[in-house]
């Protein structure tokens, strides 16, 4: 992707920016995409798709909004006269996973889940048929495989991040807290401004805007899209047992996202995740509470332990 974003982007001075997305399924990202490309002209920059093959080229500033990958900012600015930096968009890792689980899975949506045998773990059947603590095991802990390492340069993986997600990173060593503070580190950057989904119908159009084309005339939260959203999530209501399985499988990516918004929001206190407070399904009777007892000292046992002090990292991801 990177010789095609060269090919598509033309800055025409240094003040000229390229700003890359790092999406992750489920936080937004489709409203993400269709909102920046109908402001774009208006907002003093352009968008560049490289999914979309017919795509024009872009000079001066510009948002890539499909293809990017960590690492690639490092080669744009050796061959251009531009800058180069990215966002993303980050949700509550549990509550991103049941409505990954939802959407891809139980209703089949965009069908890449539920084809034989595109992606899936080594045991579990192809979607739909598959529970979300299978789904929760085999596509586990995807920001901080994500934001651990650079995929343009230490891609240890035959099929690049996306790819990889797809089959379920099974082509990955396991992580260490190391990864978790490695994602830290990239994502606490200057150069990478991470979006909450629940603030994109707030501040988050603002913040956005600013960190493309600076304090002026703001646009982006004028005509906000909304896309594939799960209007109707009731019908998914874990038990507390595979609530707390999920968590154990996500355990690094749960601190992560602890580490992360306490950075966000230093001082304030996290609200209770909704599918917590919306269960239907509740955990009663002895064996429940035994199982739910294991999780939870699972949990902890196998909790990374990492912290927000470190400041160096072995690459320069951004």
Known sequence: SYHVTMDRWLPASPSDVLTIYIPQDKTGSTSVRRTLKAQAGAGGYCVIDLHDSGGRSCS????????????????VEKQSVGHCQYFTTVREPIARLLSEFSYF?????????????????????????????????????????????????????????YGSYLHGFRDLPPLTAEDVQRAFITLTSPYLLVLEAEELSATGWDRLDGFLRGPRNRS???????????????????????????????????????????????????????????????????????????????????????????TTVPYRAV
Not at 60 to 75: F, I
Request: aromatic share 8%.
């Open 60 to 75: 001066g500033s510009a948002v890539l909004v499909n293809g990017g990958h960590l690492g690639t900012c490092e080669d």
């Open 105 to 161: 899975c139980l209703k089949c949506s965009e069908r890449k889940f539920c084809v034989a045998p595109l992606a899936r773990s080594r045991s579990a059947p192809t979607c739909p048929n598959v529970t979300f603590t299978q789904w929760a095991a085999a596509y586990a802990n995807q920001y901080t495989r994500q934001f651990s390492r650079d995929w343009r340069r230490q891609n240890r993986s035959t099929y690049g991040y």
């Open 220 to 310: 982006l939260k004028v005509a906000a899209v909304v896309a594939n959203v799960n209007h109707d999530p009731s019908h998914l209501a874990p038990s507390a047992p595979q609530l707390a399985h999920a968590t154990v499988s996500n355990a690094f990516d749960v601190q992560l996202y602890e580490l992360l918004w306490s950075r966000l929001h230093p001082g304030a206190s996290k609200p209770r995740p909704a599918y917590q407070s919306h269960r239907t399904s509740p955990c009663t009777g002895a064996s429940c509470r035994v199982n739910k007892t294991v999780a939870q000292d699972e949990v902890e046992d196998r909790r990374p332990h990492v912290t927000a002090s470190a």
